[in-house]
T-cell receptor, first 113, second 107 residues
Framework: EADIYQTPRYLVIGTGKKITLECSQTMGHDKMYWYQQDPGMELHLIHY???????EKGDLSSESTVSRIRTEHFPLTLESARPSHTSQYLC????????????FGQGTRLTVV | KNEVEQSPQNLTAQEGEFITINCSYS?????LHWLQQHPGGGIVSLFMLSSGKKKHGRLIATINIQEKHSSLHITASHPRDSAVYICAVSSNYKLTFGKGTLLTVNP
């Protein structure tokens, strides 16, 4: 069973608020990822990290930011939420070596009103 | 055109039927993944393939690297198999996802 956790699972928040979506994994994986998924659409990579103090932007432009201060923790922050940020955000992790299985969190469904 | 195409987009079956979901991709890959996403959003990795065939319970996944095609089969389908099945390919550092196939298995 995968040990990767996201909180909160659901969040409804007002425009302009700052929010942080949490993602933690207990598998010691170096690689971590954030994906955004709109309803009925495919997942798009918005951020990734290869290890502590490493963060990169993904294929889909996002106004969010991430940090990787600890191996197990990869939070995503929106400084000022807007309705266009309404989406599902999925966190994943994998081992650093080669091409290995990715483990996904349960996702955070964000609604900005 | 998406780099990963899945078919069908929607599939409704009766309990017990044999199900096939197809995935075609257009890029060079290191591996192909089949994922399952239940309502509520959580994703579970079912298979990671780089060649041949893998089987886990009632699920079978095959890949043909030359034809850039993979299939996911479910034997003796059950209503609890109802979910979105997503094909994803690994290339360099990233996964590229298909749009998914919504499977509904009726009792």
């Amino acid at each position: 069973e995968a040990d990767i956790y996201q909180t909160p699972r659901y969040l409804v928040i007002g425009t302009g608020k700052k929010i942080t979506l949490e993602c933690s994994q207990t598998m010691g994986h170096d690689k971590m990822y954030w994906y955004q998924q709109d309803p009925g659409m495919e997942l798009h990579l918005i951020h990734y990290s290869y290890g502590v103090n490493s963060t990169e932007k993904g294929d889909l432009s996002s106004e969010s930011t991430v940090s990787r201060i600890r191996t197990e923790h990869f939070p995503l922050t929106l400084e000022s939420a807007r309705p266009s940020h309404t989406s599902q955000y999925l966190c994943a992790s994998s081992e650093a070596r080669g091409y290995t299985e990715a483990f996904f969190g349960q996702g955070t469904r964000l609604t900005v009103v | 055109k998406n780099e990963v195409e899945q078919s069908p987009q929607n599939l409704t079956a009766q309990e017990g039927e044999f199900i096939t979901i197809n995935c075609s991709y257009s890029v060079g890959i290191s591996a192909l993944h089949w994922l399952q996403q239940h309502p509520g959003g959580g994703i579970v990795s079912l298979f990671m393939l780089s060649s041949g065939k893998k089987k886990h319970g009632r699920l079978i996944a095959t890949i043909n690297i030359q034809e850039k095609h993979s299939s996911l089969h479910i034997t003796a389908s059950h209503p609890r198999d109802s979910a979105v099945y997503i094909c994803a390919v690994s290339s360099n550092y990233k996964l590229t996802f298909g749009k998914g196939t919504l499977l509904t298995v009726n009792p």
